[in-house]
């Protein structure tokens, strides 16, 4: 339930992130008005994740028996590529992110729009809580025992506000980028687990060839069946004997989003054309 912890953990100290940018923003604009607002717009976001929760466990309870590892298969391949796109969303906004927040907040609040405030708050929370719903069912929650999965959620959570308040303390050892530079590669790395995790099962349903399999068989270094291995698989996408299908798959995966990212980064980096009056001002001097 390692996975389930990290997820837990990771999209609620990024919901958290909202809303404390929020919060500090009101508190110190002095609109104390808008806390119910913004508080209501949190209420509302999480009863949309629940929803949206609710709606794809009664999604899987009335389709056919033979359907419902398909649906499966389909949650696991679409969360894996939600958790890539969210960290290439993070990767461009992240420097943003909290401009973009006050600048919506300050257009509701110059209109004394506080419902539009509201709406802003519960997209942003929802966003967070639809992405770990999703992330949950595709890592298979309720899998294991009801019981682990309970402790793991609520370690997930309680590990959240611990590095919330951490973070917020401003220290230089444990900050905010490198919180994100070091759960972007756990991402990375679980989208890629679920991603093999899909092929894995493709393969058994006879969708596509395992070509050569097993391919090799590491099971005396680290068996993925074993308790420690089964967790490095379950957040990596190891495998003591994977299909030869499964290793193209996952060198693919990796050298895509390796150069994704260097273009994403190269981009950033890029110095931005000066103004046109700047210029302008520019030639005029000389």
Do not use: C
Not at 173 to 197: D, G, P, Q, V
Not at 200 to 222: A, F, K, Q, Y
């Amino acid at each position: 339930m390692a996975n389930i912890l990290f997820v837990v953990w990771r999209e609620s100290v990024e919901a958290l992130l909202v809303i404390g940018i929020l919060f500090a923003w009101l508190r110190n604009a002095g609109l104390n008005e808008g806390m119910k607002y913004l508080w209501g717009g949190v209420v509302a976001g999480l009863a949309l994740a629940g929803a949206l929760a609710g709606a794809m466990m009664a999604l899987e309870s009335v389709l056919p028996d033979g359907s419902i590892e398909y649906f499966q298969l389909a949650m696991v391949l679409i969360a894996s590529g939600l958790i890539v796109q969210m960290v290439f969303w993070m990767r461009i906004h992240g420097r943003t992110l909290k401009k973009e927040l006050e600048g919506e907040m300050s257009q509701a609040a110059a209109k004394a729009n506080w419902w539009g405030l509201m709406v802003v708050v519960m997209l942003a929370v929802a966003r967070e809580g639809s992405e770990a719903v999703v992330f949950l069912y595709g890592l298979g929650l309720g899998s294991g025992s009801p019981g682990q999965t309970v402790l793991a959620i609520v370690l997930g959570l309680a590990l959240a506000f611990l590095t919330f308040w951490l973070l917020q303390q401003g220290g230089k050892i444990f900050s905010w980028r490198l919180f994100f530079k070091i759960t972007e590669i756990m991402l990375l790395f679980l989208a890629a687990s679920m991603l093999i995790n899909g092929v894995e099962r493709m393969i058994g349903l006879d969708w596509i060839p395992g070509i050569v399999d097993p391919l090799w068989n590491t099971s005396m270094v680290l068996d993925d069946t074993s308790r420690f291995g089964g967790v490095v698989g379950a957040l990596t996408g190891y495998r003591a004997q994977p299909a030869l299908t499964m290793v193209l798959v996952y060198a693919a995966y990796w050298i895509a989003v390796v150069v994704a990212l260097k273009r994403v980064t190269a981009k950033q980096n890029k110095p931005k054309p000066a103004p046109v009056a700047a210029q302008t001002a520019s030639q005029s001097g000389r």
